[in-house]
């Protein structure tokens, strides 16, 4: 395993005091490896951006350490903290670019801070906007762009003093499907090309399917589960966990009394969609498919499937023996009786 970047140990944060006191963070730990792609997924109010905001000490930290790259951000000064900022960059939904000045300019303002000569600034900022494709919109306004090109900016913009990590704070979550894969994907790139280390903060599963290594699901302000993405797919062993990867659910109770039904686990196995057809074609049973939470990730299947079975108990019985023969998928019996 590689080193960590990102250590967070037994983090707290509380806003107010007293009776009105909010506990918006209570012993937070995580590790963040160099180099990945890290998630951090809840719901509203779970405390998903109090905690990247206490990654760059925007927000100071009740109790706890937050170590970025060996250096323990709590006990920097303001002058120290100024400049371990560099390092640590952020990206927002709102984008928040300077409006009163052009993409070219607001890419440079970063490297204006750190006292970067104006003509090397524009230099690297013109590459920046390359990178992210956006070159031609050099001398654009921000208002004269679109939300993903807004967001191109930001990035660019995030990138100017070659950040190690990159936090993106619902970065996707103003821009419609096709933008924000682009987004997803640019930020991947990013990720392969320079090294940085990403961490993506968001309440949607998809974008954490889409880029994330490794995922922390945060429930009212603590770390319900962590582990690869795959794993709390598949297990999702916590309730937290199990609203977000399948907030539909699928249960047998929508169905009429007496529906024999078995629910399919897939655990990482080929795609689904063969399962269902070779149990029509090589045993010429059909089942019906009555609900479904499944995603695909790289091709494999993880998520449940609630499959009708027929009413003739040995063509039933011969469905569930091939299901269970299958490599990657478990599978349960249930009757609903009302
Ligand atoms: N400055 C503040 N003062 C008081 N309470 C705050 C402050 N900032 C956040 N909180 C509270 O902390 C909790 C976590 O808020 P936070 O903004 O971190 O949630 P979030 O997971 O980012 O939610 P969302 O998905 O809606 O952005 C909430 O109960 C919120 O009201
Ligand atoms: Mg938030």
């Known amino acids: 395993m590689s080193e960590s970047i990102i250590q967070i140990q037994h983090l707290t944060k509380t806003f107010g005091e007293g009776d009105t006191a909010v506990h918006a963070l209570e012993d937070i730990n995580l590790d963040i490896k160099q180099g990945e792609i890290f998630g951090i997924i809840g719901l509203s109010g779970a405390g998903k951006s109090t905690l990247v905001r206490c990654i760059n000490l925007l927000e100071r930290p009740t109790s706890g350490t937050v170590i970025v790259d060996g250096k323990e951000m709590t006990a920097l000064s303001e002058k120290e903290l100024r400049l371990a900022r560099r390092d640590v960059t952020m ?39 390359e990178i992210v494709g956006l070159r031609d919109k050099a001398d654009a306004y ?47 790139d990013l990720n392969a090309k320079l090294g940085v280390t990403v961490v993506v903060i968001t309440h949607q599963m998809s974008v954490i399917e889409e880029i994330c290594s490794r995922v922390a699901i945060l429930d009212g302000g603590v770390v319900a589960e962590q582990g690869d993405v795959e794993d709390i797919f598949s297990h999702p062993s916590t309730d937290a966990a199990r609203r977000l990867v399948y907030p539909g659910g699928v249960s047998v109770a929508q169905y009429p009394a007496g529906t024999h ?64 023969s299958q490599p990657n998928v478990s599978a349960e019996e249930v009757e609903y009786h009302g």
């Open 91 to 129: 990206i927002f939904q709102s984008f928040n670019l300077l409006m009163q000045r052009t993409c070219l300019k607001n890419v440079c303002f970063p490297m204006e801070l750190c006292g970067i000569p104006a003509a090397q600034a524009k230099k690297r900022a013109v590459e920046l906007l």
């Open 261 to 324: 039904a078995v629910r399919v686990a897939f655990n990482g196995g080929t795609a689904y969609q063969p399962l269902i057809a070779s149990l029509a074609i090589d045993l010429g049973v059909k089942v019906n498919i009555l609900g479904a939470d499944t995603r695909n990730i790289d091709g494999k299947a993880f998520g449940t499937m609630l499959l009708g079975l027929p009413d003739d108990p040995n063509e039933a019985a011969k469905a569930l023996s091939y299901i269970r």
């Open 142 to 188: 921000p208002s004269q762009l679109s939300g993903g090109q807004k967001q191109r900016v930001a990035i660019a913009r995030a990138l100017a003093t070659d950040p190690k990590v990159l936090l993106c704070d619902e970065a996707t979550s103003a821009l419609d499907p096709t933008t924000t894969a682009s987004i997803l994907a640019l930020l991947k």
